[in-house]
């Protein structure tokens, strides 16, 4: 059993991280040279230590040094730039594909001559390779944004270290591009919802029944707003009711969240919404286990008021709807996702300042309030039928429902669908419609959308490791996030002082669960008739702990696997997700060096970790197509929970190995594809392009990345806190896992430091050039 000592906070910086240059807010907002007349040092004020600086920057160039370029000056070239015409250049020359991004797919020369400003733009420079010109359209993209037509451009925008633009374009334009409020303001930009098939384009917001003042608040917002055509609806007090949820399908709409009371400009008080963060592209709302991961990287950029504001919102939705709900639409009333709200709460609580007495108990307060919430939650979701096994006392993926899930796309459940649309003798569109209206009864259908359901509500969707049977699955994956919040409520109460008093009224489920306890006509205990302990937290998480090892565990294979309920027997799937135990600390000592043994063994591929094994998934074909939650695919919450559980049982080198790997696909990605940030990877060809049922988020953007992804976005910043300095400076340079970890690596960290000063005609790109001399080309 692993030691139970409160880890220390994941997200502590192990490293200097290097300088970042000027905001484009504040870059470009000024006049340049040459439309004020005057000359202006647009980028000379970085705040790096120079030694730092010099050992991250790598330089654009082979020429002899001239005048004040030294590679230990902060000083570098600066451009005159036309910015719509250079663009039309640009794109029109680099862009071969019409995709308005410079790739390494694109077949253009790669080069492109700027005038310099010192001469006035009489002498010229040349700029080459792949990432720098796509660094220019960004560049260029962003003055266009700020209205300019003129610019000066340091030449440290276009020859920034990849990884230094990546984590700063995250800290600073990502998060904030990401960023909703739920109010009169944001929803002018939130109430369209992509996934929305109905042709209902009537935006609808439903305002949980007891929130009086909210509703009147978005009713006034309806009046003022009228362009908006919004339409305010009050949910009844019992509003995840199937058949009520079912009903809404013809009518989605956005579900409200957390408000604050602020002044108003009259002099009087009125609502505003609490602002968070979403994933991006078609995920215009809030999610459940994706905003777990993009708060690790809040955390890592300082955002701790966002990061607590979205477990604002959590706290809300439990006492609203129920569960922290998978998304927050009405089409998600029954269902929630994968829970990490303890683990969440305690990382941002281990931030707030506790310094004084007042700050120590507003902390409390609000470590109280979650704690609280998270209680409810897993006495009403977790640990109750049909999501809880009584006879196991495991937890599975069990949603509430009917009908066909109504944000996939119109096409998904087609193949599914015919057969049975041919038995009525009637068109797809009429037995959907008959189905969903409880027209037609179709038991064996019925039946897989149960399980369908509990694949979404598993964030696993889809994978051929759940199909048809996901509902009757206790999953190693949820059993161990249980587990961890069992231990994380006792630390909490612990922290409260021992005993935490629950405000809401409802049933506590029994312990330990059984069939006798669940049977018809058994009474359970109330919340408000005693206090929590830490020791009967302690007691659950120790009996789960049995459980997992009883029924997950397999001692012959050396991993853990999911357990069938219904056919009482492990499935043979072998999932990254064994690797969740040691995130929350419920396999022992040997279990962990045997589970990381094993699973590096399976799991581990030139870009991480792959979600599950090739033997696993079994043959594809054009009757069996792949799925994105198998291999090779790789996801951010697989890669940052197995750094976490390597870290936690003393393996910190393997855990900075599989960072390094999964960095360095991410960072390739972007260096040679305009700055993608994608949702999830192909780890076995280190490719973005991926051939998957849902295609892939946050690679549909002209010029410039305005968003990236959400949880990708938080996981590269975590993944920087485990890395060195030498892992940095080498993903600078993109140097390949191969070569990094190659047990002769004599010499290559000399060949990291992009060499200064060849000859004058000699002009490389700096990816290039690094790759050249790693590899002797």
């Not at 440290?156 to 984590?167: F, G, N, Q, Y």
């Not at 589970?595 to 591929?605: D, I, P």
Request: proline letters at 5%; aromatic letters at 10%.
């Amino acid at each position: 059993m692993a030691s139970s000592r409160n880890r220390q906070m994941l997200l502590q910086s192990r490293g200097t991280r290097s300088a970042l240059v000027t905001h484009p807010d504040q870059f470009y907002s000024r006049p340049t040279t040459h439309e004020s007349s005057k000359k202006v040092r647009t980028n000379s004020q970085s705040q790096a230590d120079p030694l730092t600086w010099k050992s991250n920057t790598l330089e654009m160039n082979k020429r002899k040094r001239r005048m004040s370029h030294d590679p230990q000056s902060r000083n570098s070239r600066r451009f005159i730039v036309d910015v719509d015409e250079t663009l039309r250049i640009v794109l029109q020359q680099e862009d071969t594909d019409g995709d308005f991004q410079i790739s390494v797919t694109d077949s253009g020369p790669k080069l492109i001559t700027l005038g310099t400003a010192t001469s006035n733009g009489y002498k010229t420079f040349d700029i080459r390779g792949n990432y720098m010109l796509s660094n220019l359209v960004q560049e260029l993209a962003i003055a266009r944004d700020h209205g300019r037509t003129r610019i000066v451009l340091d030449e440290e925008r276009l020859s920034e270290p990849p990884v230094d633009r990546l984590s700063r374009m995250i800290a600073t334009s990502f998060w904030r591009s990401l960023t909703r409020r739920i109010d009169g303001d944001g929803l002018e930009i939130i109430c369209a919802d992509p996934k929305n098939r109905t042709g209902h384009l009537i935006p609808r917001i439903y305002v949980p029944h007891s929130e009086t003042k909210m509703f009147e608040y978005y009713k006034a917002v309806a009046k003022q707003r009228s362009h908006l055509r919004l339409e305010v609806v009050r949910l009844p007090e019992n509003c995840d009711d199937p058949m009520f949820v079912k009903s809404l399908n013809d009518k989605p709409g956005l579900l409200a969240l957390a408000m604050e009371e602020v002044d108003d400009d009259a002099g009087g008080k009125t609502l505003r919404g609490i602002p968070f963060i979403v994933p991006g592209a078609r995920f215009n709302e809030l999610y459940n286990w994706d905003s777990y991961f993009i708060a690790l990287g809040l955390i890592v950029d300082g955002h701790i008021e966002m990061a607590k504001g979205m477990v604002e919102h959590f706290i809300f939705e439990i006492k609203h709807y129920n569960k922290i709900l998978n998304g927050s639409r009405s089409y998600y009333l029954c269902r929630t996702q994968p829970p990490f709200l303890t683990d969440m709460t305690l990382q941002i609580y281990n931030q707030l300042n506790k310094v004084t007495p007042q700050e120590r108990e507003s902390a409390n307060k609000w470590l109280k309030r979650a704690m609280q919430a998270a209680i409810k939650e897993y006495h009403t979701i977790w640990m109750v039928p049909p999501r809880l096994d009584p006879v196991t006392g495991l937890s599975r993926y069990h949603p509430d429902g009917l009908g066909i899930p109504p944000e996939t796309e119109a096409s998904h459940f087609t193949h599914i669908l015919e057969p049975f649309a041919a038995k009525h003798g009637v068109s797809v569109l009429e037995f959907t419609e008959a189905y969903n209206d409880g027209r037609i009864h179709e038991p064996d259908l019925d039946e897989y959308f149960v399980h369908d359901r509990a694949v979404r509500e598993s964030g696993h969707d889809t994978t051929y490791r759940f199909e048809k049977k996901c509902a009757h699955l206790a999953t190693i994956d949820l059993n161990a996030l249980l587990y961890k919040y069992e231990v994380d409520i006792a630390t909490a109460i612990e922290i409260l002082g021992g005993e935490l008093e629950l405000e809401e009224d409802f049933a506590l489920s029994p312990f330990p669960p059984s069939k006798e306890t669940f049977a018809a006509g058994a009474k359970f205990e109330r919340s408000r008739s005693r206090k929590q302990t830490k020791d009967e937290w302690m007691k659950r998480s120790q009996w789960r702990e049995e459980r997992i090892n009883k029924y997950l565990w397999n001692e012959g294979k050396k991993l853990y696997f999911d357990y069938d309920t219904v056919a009482e027997a492990q499935i043979p799937y072998e999932s990254v997700t064994a690797f969740w135990a040691l995130w929350a600390g419920c396999a022992s000592e040997q279990q962990a060096i045997d589970v990381m043994a094993t699973g590096l063994a399976k799991f581990e591929v030139i870009g991480g970790l792959v979600s599950g094994t090739e033997e696993s998934r079994g043959p594809i074909s054009l009757d069996r197509p792949n799925r994105q939650w198998d291999f090779p695919y790789a996801w951010p919450p697989h890669q940052i929970m197995a750094w976490v559980g390597f870290e936690r049982y003393g393996r910190l080198e393997d855990a900075q190995r599989l960072a390094y790997r999964w960095l360095y696909m991410m960072t390739t990605a972007f260096v040679d594809f305009n700055g993608v940030v994608p949702e999830k990877f192909d780890a076995v060809k280190l490719s973005h392009m991926v051939d998957a049922e849902y295609g892939n988020q946050g690679v549909d953007f002209k010029m410039i990345p305005r968003e990236g992804f959400g949880w990708m976005n938080g996981e590269y910043e975590v993944g920087l806190t485990f890395i060195t300095e030498a892992m940095r400076r080498a993903l600078n340079s993109c140097v390949s896992p191969e070569k990094f970890f190659a047990k002769d690596r004599k010499g290559l960290e000399a060949t990291i430091q992009v060499p200064i000063g060849a000859p004058d005609e000699e002009v490389f790109d700096p990816i290039d050039l690094a790759l050249e001399a790693i590899m002797g080309v």
